[in-house]
């Protein structure tokens, strides 16, 4: 049997603040920093400016955002999240591989104060898993409302099934089905006075919160 692990070193600079924290001082630090690479979704996503290849020898058309770029994609996404009623302490349920959209829907729920609650896409043939999961987390949320963001269409007959005695607002990456916000919709560029009525709040009081 192996032995336990163990760390070693001085503390950590920042422990005690929260991960919407760190990554709001990272997007004023290194604005212009790589954040995320996503090479299998186009550099035109959302409409949100991509960060030029370094060399004409790797120039492919693929996702490349900075701190700033991302957070640009995450303020539309909390906003409009926010405008569709989600909130402090609501659970965010994410049935999605790792792509873009998945790093959005993460650092938009922390900077809510939703819980955020990652399930691999693999479990939903799992009935009993699934509902054990979904309870847990509103439960653990006391919480009467949740949103669930489905990565493709070929999930949501099987999500509405288990969320059908829930009050959620489901969102859909890939795809079209009645019933569903497209991710696409919540990434527009909000109204002005939408931007200035639910502009972004640091909340520092805010922990996080995420249910595995």
């Known amino acids: 049997m192996l032995p336990s692990s163990e760390l070693h070193g001085p503390p950590l600079p920042d422990g005690e603040k929260a991960l919407h924290e760190v990554f709001s001082q990272n997007v004023i630090k290194y604005p212009d920093v790589v954040a995320l690479v996503s090479t299998q979704q186009p550099s035109t996503l959302y409409g949100i400016q991509n960060l030029p290849s370094a060399s004409a020898e790797h120039e492919v058309d693929y996702l490349r955002w900075t701190y700033q770029d991302l957070d640009r994609a995450v303020q539309r996404f909390v906003i409009n999240l926010r405008s569709r009623g989600l909130r402090r302490g609501n659970p965010l349920v994410i049935f999605m591989p790792n792509t873009a959209e998945y790093v959005i829907a993460t650092w938009a ?33 006391q919480s009467d409302f949740m949103a669930v963001i489905a990565g493709t269409s070929d999930m949501c007959t099987r999500i509405e099934e288990l969320t059908s005695e829930f009050n959620c607002t489901r969102i859909l990456v890939e795809g079209d089905v009645d019933g569903w916000t497209p991710f696409k919709e919540l990434m527009h560029s909000p109204a002005p006075e939408l931007q200035q009525s639910l502009c972004r709040d640091q909340h520092s009081e805010l922990s996080d919160q995420t249910i595995f």
């Open 109 to 141: 729920a922390y900077q809510i104060g939703c819980a955020y609650v990652p399930i691999n896409p693999r479990g939903l043939s799992n009935d009993r898993e699934m509902r054990h999961m979904l309870e847990t987390a509103r439960k653990g949320c």
